[in-house]
């Protein structure tokens, strides 16, 4: 696994993005998928994973891991910029009051059929698959080998 993923791994499977800067009723048809992922901030609205995980070690594996996020991860900002740069702010509050503002700053861009984006810095960028993506609503999904397990991944986010 690349040192990219890895962190992204851990931030998303921790973490969560986003709060929005517009809002929008819908999707704009005329407006392409750059300009809908680039249009603002996103905040994570679901974490979905399985195999099933069982993060708030109450013995019950969960598919769904916003709720055992903390409050200082929900909160935080996942931002694409139209110069190909994203960003990871870590929103109003930090689990770290001593931490940077910006978790991370980094590269994305879509594939040539914009069914993929692809994130990190060139050479070890890591792809998921683009689920939806409408001017209110980013969906990705992508696949990860921890140990011997294939963990796929749903990330929803909203402006």
């Given amino acids: 696994m690349r040192q990219f993923s890895k962190k992204a791994a851990m931030v998303i499977l921790a973490v969560a993005v986003i709060a929005g800067c517009r809002k929008t009723n819908g999707n704009n048809s005329n407006a392409t998928k750059t300009q809908m992922l680039t249009s603002g901030s996103w905040k994570i609205t679901s974490d979905y994973v399985d195999p099933p995980i069982d993060t708030d070690r109450d013995g019950h594996p969960d598919y769904e891991l916003i709720n055992s996020m903390d409050a200082c991860h929900r909160d935080d900002l996942f931002i694409f910029k139209a110069d190909g740069t994203y960003i990871h702010d870590e929103?109003?509050?930090?689990?770290?009051?001593?931490?940077?503002q910006i978790e991370e700053e980094s590269n994305w861009m879509f594939s040539t059929d914009e069914s993929l984006i692809l994130i990190g810095d060139p050479g070890s960028m890591w792809p998921a698959h683009v689920v939806e993506l409408t001017s209110t609503v980013f969906k990705m999904k992508y696949v990860d080998t921890i140990g011997s397990v294939i963990y796929t991944e749903v990330l929803t986010f909203k402006h």
């Fill in 91 to 100: 929103g109003a509050s930090k689990c770290d009051p001593l931490a940077p």
